[in-house]
Structure formats: C-alpha cells, structure tokens
C-alpha cells in the first residue's frame, strides 16, 4: 500500500522541498513514487542535508554510490535517464538507467513485504572502497535486505557506462512502456525448486 505524504519528504539533493509524492523508489536520492505511480507526477529533490536519523539509511545509499563509483551521488545521478532520482516511466535509456529501475522495484518488492527502506536503517561496510559489506549486526530482515538492495544499486553502476548526454535529463521525454519488475523474478519452476526440497531417495 502507498501512502501519499504532503509533509516535507527528505530524499535527495540539499534543498528542502514540500513533497506530495507517494514514497519510495528511483535512485531514492531524489523524492519518487512507485514504479507504477510516477508516470506524469511532479518531483522535487528533498534534502539530505536536514534529514533526520530515522532516514539515514538513505545517506548509506548515497555513501555507498560515491565510494563506489567515485562519482557525486546527488550531481551525477539525481536526474540521470528516466529512472534515477526524478524518473520513474518510460523505458530506460541505458545500463546505468536499468540500474535504477532494478532498484525501484527492489524498493518496491521490500514495501510489498512490509518494510520501510527508506527508514529502515542498515549497518554496513565499505572495504578499499571497492568492496561493499552488509554487516551481521543487521537485526531484522528488512535491515538486511535494504542494504542488498542498496548495495546491488552501487555496484551496477559501478560496472555500467556513464553517459553525460543522460545527466539531468527531463522525464517528459521519457516515453514507451514502463518495464514491469516482475522482470527481476526467477521464473516459476526455478522459484519452486528453491522452497521444495528434493524428496529423499529410496532406500537400496
């Protein structure tokens, strides 16, 4: 269920904005709605700068990105294609797009689950900056995969293709079929065999 907010929603760049929005998704650095919600609505980049400490599970995704792929999380992505920060419909434009609109419907299976990622605050690690580590301390299961989430957001757009010509982009140009996330699911005999164990073979 999305719960449409009209107080001051906390995502993004460094400049507080009143957001009407119902929460979750994009590169969540940027104030977005549902994949399935965003189509025609109006983002405004919020603020990480005031963000309280119940958010600061969003300052772990934007530590991740920076450390990753060596960029500035708000320039470089809040803005970037259909689906980074301010997207949210149409197809994506490239891989780093693609990336994002994983992470939306990563975001999106967790709200399904009952969890709040964008408040769901996580522990973890970055080694050499190169090496990113969920930690064990993570108590409950949406702690836990929040940080997957995050941390497979960081590392696809580690190994994807920046293009300049995608930075800022205005998703009124953003056309075509938004892809459905159930794109990201295992297909249904594979899913099966990982919750059915094998039956025990008979005896001699």
């Not at 530590?63 to 994506?92: K, Q």
């Not at 794109?183 to 099966?192: D, S, V």
């Amino acid at each position: 269920m999305w719960v449409t907010h009209h107080t001051p929603c906390f995502v993004g760049s460094f400049l507080p904005s009143s957001c009407s929005t119902s929460l979750p998704l994009s590169l969540a650095l940027g104030c977005g709605g549902p994949v399935s919600e965003m189509a025609g609505s109006s983002q405004h980049p919020c603020s990480l700068a005031v963000l309280p400490a119940a958010h600061s599970s969003l300052l772990n995704l934007k530590s991740m990105v920076e450390a990753i792929t060596g960029r500035n999380a708000i320039l470089s992505f809040v803005g970037y294609g259909c689906f980074c920060g301010l997207g949210g419909h149409g197809l994506p434009m490239d891989e780093v797009d693609w990336c994002c609109h994983a992470h939306d419907c990563c975001y999106q299976k967790l709200f399904d689950q009952g969890c709040h990622p964008y408040v769901d605050h996580y522990e973890h690690t970055i080694e050499n900056n190169a090496t990113i580590v969920c930690s064990e301390l993570n108590k409950t299961e949406c702690d836990k995969q929040t940080c997957e989430c995050d941390k497979s957001l960081a590392l696809c757009l580690q190994s994807q293709t920046y293009n300049e010509e995608h930075r800022n982009y205005l998703n009124i140009y953003c056309h075509g079929p938004t892809p459905n996330c159930s794109i990201y699911e295992p297909p249904q005999e594979e899913a099966a065999s990982i919750h059915i164990s094998p039956e025990p073979s008979a005896p001699p």
